[in-house]
């Protein structure tokens, strides 16, 4: 079956409007099913309400529990990944202080009220600059993460080798993997470690809400009226780049203003040319190799300003 076939089927947050069982059954996705559920950290594992969903047994492959095994058996390792992720958080802190100046910038130009033929350009260039930034601090981020890799490699770290082995192993008899969400950090943080970009390439796959998001070249971190304080669209880190042409928004209808057409055209220029997809609750986008893609309730976010259903 094609379905069954290196395809990846996104779906929008399963808290309000869970469509995943509704999706397995149209895609005719069955058998032997393990979860990536290392988002909801201290709440891994926790299936019964997943698997009743489902209507069948989900084996969690429990990497944020195979991660602090792995810590505690390999100090040296557990040292080195919280040095890199202080210089992550040193390079985060850096590229939100210029983030919130051009920002400001571009916000101020926007507003400006002169002769079009002189605003125009000076808006593009505010533009650029920020885009400039955005793929600055990624390489940046990037090279954080390839430096540690050569350094840390799983060939070199016994109890890291064993761990990928064993993920390995219970993949090898998976139909489908389940990728959660939660802490969007935490599952690409663990989801890195086991160098889940060498094992999930040519799996079947259906991701939700994070889960969605590490699949994509960057995670971009978004809400426009967060509970405190302004909300700033940052890129956070790098993906495991399966769906290199989207940039995906979970709960996008929630978490952004799509009712201001200027709002909605920066977003849409700003990582182009990549789409910008809102996939909220109900949603479901099902993209297979060996067909057109399948959309249901995603919305497009335009360069116009405009967010199209596609």
Not at 18 to 46: C, F, K, S, Y
Not at 143 to 153: C, L
Not at 248 to 253: H, I, K, N, S, V
């Amino acid at each position: 079956m094609p379905d069954r076939q290196r395809s990846i089927t996104l779906l929008g947050p399963q808290s309000r409007q869970p469509n995943l069982a509704a999706i397995l059954h149209e895609r005719g996705l069955d058998g032997p099913m393990v979860a990536i559920t290392a988002g909801w950290q201290e709440r891994e594992g926790e299936l019964e309400d997943l698997s009743a969903h489902v209507g069948q047994p989900v084996e969690d492959l429990s990497l944020y529990r195979l991660a602090e095994q792995v810590f505690e058996a390999d100090p040296e390792l557990a040292q080195a990944h919280r040095e890199r992720q202080h210089r992550l958080q040193e390079l985060r802190d850096l590229y939100l202080l210029r983030l919130h100046h051009a920002k400001a910038i571009l916000r101020a130009l926007v507003d400006h009220q002169g002769t079009p033929q002189l605003v125009a350009p000076a808006r593009r260039q505010a533009l650029n600059a920020l885009r400039r930034l955005d793929r600055e601090h990624l390489r940046a981020v990037e090279r954080v993460h390839q430096e540690h890799e050569r350094n840390w490699h799983a060939d070199h770290r016994p109890a890291l080798a064993h761990a990928v082995q064993q993920l390995e192993q219970k993949l090898a008899g998976a139909a489908v993997v389940l990728i959660a969400g939660g802490h969007v950090a935490v599952l690409m943080n663990r989801l890195r470690l086991f160098a889940a970009q060498r094992w999930l390439p040519g799996k079947t796959i259906v991701a939700w809400s994070a889960g969605a998001m590490v699949l994509g070249e960057a995670i971009i971190l978004f809400h426009d009226h967060p509970p405190q304080g302004a909300g700033n669209v940052e890129v956070f880190d790098s993906g495991l780049g399966l769906l290199p042409q989207m940039q995906l928004f979970p709960d996008g209808l929630r978490r952004l203003d799509l009712n201001r057409p200027a709002r909605v055209t920066l977003l849409a220029r700003r990582f182009a040319p990549k789409q910008c997809l809102s996939l909220d609750p109900g949603a479901c986008l099902h993209l297979n190799p060996e067909r057109k893609p399948v959309a249901l309730g995603v919305r497009r976010l335009e360069r116009d300003g405009s967010v199209r259903r596609l």
